[in-house]
């Protein structure tokens, strides 16, 4: 595995962890490798200790120190810019080491955990020297993240570009939300029990909500974060991808074109917001100063590399109809933002309201609407929302709940949500990676709404404290239908 960026924050704090997983539940055994190619004046040493420091740090009294040793030794290092024709010799020759000494029998994986900006050139480079050519039985795969192009042409555009020089079926665009269990989860759910299925559409459901929010700002991102927003950062990925889950139709099987079809349908089936619309369907907004977990944080005009007089949104807010047989007259409403009250993802599906008249004519307090939620994160979990009878003899009915989580039940702990897709990639088992025509599919909902914004056409800029459940402006949205958003 070769690692492009390998001395940035998501190696240390997803990617390696990951592969200590994966050795550790034996998916992987002798026969890997690690070389990382970055920029920086770190030794080949001073790497391999700060990844076992992140590694101590993370796993705490549970690590294994012999398989960190281990797995830590396999570790080299290129020094070195991705222009650099020195360092690009120095990896062929770190390669031929590890065919030699592990028997990797010339299988590379190589995760471009870089800026957006060297996807393309690094994916040309491997080309150029050679490194994607694969035969007698081996294989070359490239794992890229994202985000996959800025709008929806420079997506088309670099889709088409890596085409020329690699094969669709050696890229592989990876989402680490489609890690999470529960996410995987979400077809097993529906696709293996009987009792769900036939009330997931139209008849049943009355609209549904998926949710990403976060209560950290945007860190030391603010360059990058100044360009993008919440709206480019998080929807046309991750949340068109939750969206895709949860409307798609049953696969002909879990392969993965049959799976990656199916959701391609779904966000090709959203119909493009009318710019007129965007005021009342998509509201925007941008934290300001507040309180998490009772200390003050700056407002986004304050953070590192923000311009002062930045109008780029960290809350977004929208309305999406699926314009199919299942789902046609359903509204999912999607939102997601920083420094919100708290770190939260999940995908609820609240039911119609059964017929009231006899609870009426009881005077019992009216049943509330039942909820079924995938809680993603920061827990694991899946929960049924129904409504029971208080006992005693009065006719008294309460909310109650069913939960099912993921650590209480399976044990499960200390997952990053990149295990699996990883050893996806090293199987060749693209089912839970996306296809070019998905990540263009996802920009192609959310391009009419840049498009209005950008002609100055997609309503205020709302502010709204850290700390909050974001602009108010948000709360209407769902009230303009009648409808209201779930408490964070």
């Not at 391009?447 to 100055?456: F, K, R, S």
Request: glycine share 8%; aromatic share 10%.
């Amino acid at each position: 595995m070769v690692i492009f960026g390998i001395t940035g924050d998501l190696t240390a704090r997803l990617l390696f962890p990951a592969l200590y997983n994966l050795a550790h539940d034996h998916y992987v055994g002798e026969q890997i490798a690690i070389a990382g190619f970055a920029l920086g004046d770190l030794t080949e040493q001073k790497l391999r200790d700060s990844l076992t420091e992140s590694l101590h740090h993370q796993f705490g009294q549970q690590i294994d120190p012999e398989l960190v040793k281990k797995l830590v030794s396999r570790v080299r290092f290129v020094p070195s810019d991705f222009e650099s024709a020195e360092g690009w010799q120095k990896l062929h020759d770190i390669l031929s080491d590890f065919d030699r000494d592990y028997k990797t029998a010339g299988n590379y994986l190589f995760y471009l955990a870089t800026a957006p900006d060297f996807f393309l050139p690094v994916v040309q480079r491997l080309a150029h020297e050679g490194l994607l050519n694969a035969g007698n039985g081996q294989w070359r795969r490239v794992i890229i993240e994202k985000p996959f192009g800025h709008d929806l042409e420079s997506a088309h555009q670099l889709s088409r570009e890596l085409l020329k020089v690699a094969r669709q079926d050696q890229i592989y665009l990876i989402d680490h939300y489609l890690g999470k269990e529960t996410v995987q989860n979400i077809m097993v759910f529906r696709f293996a029990n009987g009792m769900f299925e036939p009330i997931w559409n139209r008849r049943y459901v009355d609209h549904v909500q998926i949710t990403v929010a976060e209560s950290l700002g945007v860190e030391h991102r603010g360059r990058y974060y100044d360009h993008t927003g919440a709206l480019r950062d998080m929807i046309p990925n991750h949340l068109a991808q939750l969206l895709a889950l949860t409307a798609m139709e049953p696969p002909s099987s879990f392969s993965a074109n049959a799976l990656q079809n199916e959701q391609v349908k779904v966000l090709e089936s959203v119909p493009p917001i009318d710019p007129e619309d965007c005021e009342w369907c998509v509201v925007r907004g941008q934290y300001g100063r507040g309180m998490i977990d009772h200390q003050p944080v700056p407002g986004y005009h304050e953070e590192e590399y923000v311009d002062p007089n930045s109008q780029t949104e960290t809350y977004v807010a929208l309305k999406f109809m699926v314009d199919t047989w299942r789902w046609a007259g359903v509204p999912f409403y999607l939102r997601t933002g920083k420094r919100l009250g708290k770190r939260y993802t999940e995908i609820a599906i609240r039911f119609r309201n059964p017929p009231l008249s006899l609870f009426r004519r009881s005077g019992a307090t009216l049943p509330q609407p039942n909820h079924l939620v995938h809680a993603i994160q920061p827990q694991e979990n899946i929960s049924v929302e129904f409504v029971g009878k208080v006992p005693g003899p009065v006719l008294e009915t309460r909310h109650v709940n069913m939960h099912f989580d993921y650590s209480d039940y399976f044990g499960v702990a200390n997952r990053t949500g990149y295990e699996t897709l990883l050893y996806d990639a090293m199987i060749g088992d693209a089912s839970l990676f996306k296809r070019a025509d998905m990540i263009e599919a996802g920009w192609a909902i959310v391009q009419p709404i840049l498009n209005a914004w950008g002609a100055n056409r997609g309503g205020e800029l709302h502010e709204y404290p850290a700390g909050s459940d974001g602009p108010e402006a948000s709360d209407k949205l769902l009230r303009h239908d009648r409808r209201s958003w779930r408490a964070l």
